[in-house]
């Protein structure tokens, strides 16, 4: 079993729809959970990062870490096609410890 | 703004060649990065490094050197270029004790 599984795409979705996207881990040492976004020929930049169980908000976006059924989510609501890239879950088990990525999964918001 | 800057977008290199992948970064990381990611594998790590002249294997090290004699420039060495060597090649660096990487623009290298 890889250490981090990553919902396989592509995802297609009309401009407004709320988007799901999700992660898998089965090391419990992971601590530290983001969630990267690639535009087309770029590469990947930090969306969001958190550390603890719950929640986490900004604007449009969202992300949920479930630590107790190793389980990341990303929620896009009010989805634009500006959304429209490669989004990567990544975690550590600490600070100075290496990334571990999931395989990436591509969206595209239709107008 | 930090910036991870990779010394080209695209290669084109023979089979056998000896290639070098340049990568520098402006905000003082300790911490620089190659990995390469390929379609349905995502992102996997070459080398890291910690320090100048240090470095640690990462998942697939085989085929790849690295250099670090400064600290805001990390090489990629491809010591002997071959076909499935052909890649997008990502350089990152981040500061000591952060999770958060910051990435260049990538390489895509192309072994002929």
């Known amino acids: 079993q890889k250490e981090v599984e990553q919902d396989p795409g592509p995802l297609s979705v009309p401009e407004g729809a709320i988007v799901s996207l999700n992660c898998t881990y089965s090391n419990s040492a992971f601590q530290y959970f983001m969630w990267y976004r690639q535009y087309s020929r770029k590469g990947p930049e930090l969306l969001m990062y958190?550390?603890?169980?719950g929640n986490k908000e900004d604007g449009r976006f969202t992300a949920q870490v479930d630590k107790s059924s190793k389980y990341i989510s990303l929620f896009i609501r009010d989805s634009q096609p500006s959304d429209s890239a490669t989004y990567l879950c990544a975690m550590v088990t600490g600070a100075n410890s290496k990334l571990t990525f999931g395989k990436g999964i591509t969206l595209s918001v239709r107008p | 703004d930090v910036k991870v800057t990779q010394s080209s977008r695209y290669l084109v290199k023979r089979t056998g060649e000896k290639v070098f992948l340049e990568c520098v970064q402006d905000?003082?990381?300790?911490?620089m990065f190659w990995y390469r990611q390929d379609p349905g594998l995502g992102l996997r790590l070459i080398y890291f490094?910690?320090?100048?002249?240090?470095?640690e294997k990462g998942d697939i090290p085989e085929g790849y050197s690295v250099s670090r004699e400064k600290k805001e420039r990390f090489s990629l060495i491809l010591e002997s270029a071959s076909t499935n060597q052909t890649s997008m090649y990502l350089c990152?660096?981040?500061?000591?004790?952060?999770?958060?990487?910051?990435f260049g623009q990538g390489t895509r290298l192309t072994v002929v």
């Open positions: 990152a660096s981040s500061q000591i004790a952060e999770t958060e990487a910051f």
């Open positions: 490094s910690y320090d100048v002249k240090m470095k």
């Open positions: 958190t550390y603890s169980s």
């Open positions: 905000m003082d990381h300790e911490n």
